[in-house]
């Protein structure tokens, strides 16, 4: 066995109370505050190299566990509580490998942690697995990051001989026999990265509508002006979903704005994606939201480059057919994409591609960015309102891939000040130029944080 193979042999995680600048809103719920977990893992290598690394994500129930019975104070507390369960479940491994084989295992625990759960905190409804995956996802970017400084590399040169010997077929199945997971790996960060800004469904979309009592930190507060400030290209527009008149208009204004304020400032590039967080009860109705858009604007409906899961997570309540909508534009699975099982029915309903996201686990990532790759589906990295590590780390993984169009970003509109001490050693990943990060600053080994030169109390305090 390799060398490179490494035990755990400490976890710890963290939790801090994040408070957002300004609210959230997308589908039905809006978020104006937080938990930020952090997660530490001591590992060890066959060579007997000790290295510590880190994860860091939002434990958001209002996405991960949405509900009408259960309080949003007991998702919280319930998300926290399967944090706790997975470290421990992590900290007894006690067996050496790579660190997808070490996740892995954990992550299959999922469904047995959740049913424990919702037994001891009797939760009128079953604690889900996509909490679970969002609550495990610092656990597996802690193992890679720790597997890449132990070993001296970057965690993206890990992922091929000498450092992974098994090769794809043994995850994916036998069609990529022989082929690696290094194979679809980029040999450096793409720099600079297009990033996709939010527009909220509460955000203001001219400087002249913000009210008097909207934040004065020096920050916009506007579409507009974040657009004058950060160069940018890349919208993500989020929708009702159930109402198509505020729908076109919001899609029809935001490409207005974007367009009077890039030709002043002499650009043409323009992107935008359409997510309504599966508030829609049938794919027709992005279909006729689409037409109409088209008819009002044609160049705003051109700039539409995907939908983003327009109908519930749960596939197999309906499973409406996408290809009528898909053959329109790209519609891409996010909620939804959970296991190869998911993969394999979003495929077989007309999906066009997928979405990845860190909080969704890095090796499943990983993984499913390969199996899109083979199978020729595009790909989107999106996130969850990630702030410091947890942006780096997001940015580090679409920047090492191949997707659609870079990556999504928007804590520097709802969460900055979580991200302080991080900007101060990358400000190129939280500042936008010309629409994009600039990812200069990453480090070599791990995942490229340079925790050492952060100055959070969370790193700094740790032995």
Not at 355 to 370: N, R
Request: proline share 6%; net charge negative.
């Amino acid at each position: 066995m390799p060398d490179s193979d490494i035990v755990i042999r400490e976890v710890q995680y963290f939790f801090s109370d994040e408070k957002a600048r300004e609210p959230l809103k997308f589908g039905a719920v809006v978020v104006d505050e937080a938990t930020y977990c952090h997660v530490r893992v001591r590992v060890e290598n066959r060579k007997g190299r000790s290295a510590v690394g880190w994860g860091a994500i939002f434990l958001v129930d209002f996405w991960a566990f949405p509900s009408k019975v259960v309080e949003h104070t007991q998702r919280d507390k319930a998300m926290r509580l399967c944090v706790e369960k997975l470290c421990a479940l992590a900290q007894d491994r006690g067996e050496f490998g790579h660190p997808i084989d070490l996740y892995l295992p954990i992550e299959e625990k999922l469904p047995e942690v959740g049913a424990e759960i919702t037994q001891e905190m009797g939760l009128a409804e079953p604690f889900p697995f996509l909490a679970g995956l969002v609550c495990g996802s610092p656990i597996d970017a802690a193992l890679h990051d720790a597997f890449g400084i132990a070993n001296g590399i970057s965690s993206y040169d890990g992922y091929a001989p000498p450092y992974m010997v098994r090769d794809l077929g043994a995850y994916l199945g036998p069609e990529l026999k022989g082929r690696h997971l290094g194979d679809f790996v980029q040999p450096r960060f793409a720099s600079p990265l297009p990033a996709f800004h939010l527009v909220g469904g509460l955000d203001y979309l001219r400087a002249a509508d913000v009210p008097a009592t909207a934040p004065k930190d020096g920050l916009p507060n506007s579409l507009d002006r974040w657009i004058e400030r950060d160069g940018l290209s890349c919208l993500k527009v989020k929708l009702r979903g159930t109402d198509l008149d505020w729908d076109v208009s919001r899609l029809l204004e935001v490409h207005r704005i974007a367009r009077e304020v890039q030709d002043v400032q002499r650009r043409t590039d323009l992107y935008m994606s359409a997510d309504t967080n599966e508030q829609c009860e049938h794919p027709d109705y992005i279909i006729e939201m689409l037409e109409k858009v088209r008819e009002a604007d044609h160049r705003a409906f051109d700039a539409i480059l995907y939908i983003e899961q327009p109908t519930e997570r749960d596939l197999n309540a309906q499973r409406h057919d996408m290809r009528k909508l898909a053959a329109i534009k790209p519609v891409i699975i996010d909620e939804s994409l959970m296991t190869f099982d998911d993969f394999n029915l979003c495929v077989e309903l007309g999906w066009s591609g997928i979405a990845l996201k860190s909080c969704k686990g890095h090796s499943m990532a990983l993984l499913f960015a390969a199996k899109a790759e083979h199978l020729g589906l595009p790909y989107t990295v999106q996130d969850l309102t990630n702030p410091g590590i947890s942006l780096i780390h997001s940015a580090g993984l679409a920047a090492r891939l191949r997707p659609m169009k870079g990556v999504e970003s928007n804590s520097r509109q709802y969460f900055p000040e979580t991200s302080a001490p991080e900007q101060d050693v990358h400000p190129g990943v939280f500042t936008l130029l010309d629409g994009s990060m600039n990812l200069n600053t990453l480090g070599n080994t791990g995942l490229g944080y340079r925790v050492e030169a952060i100055k959070r109390d969370t790193f700094q305090e740790t032995p």
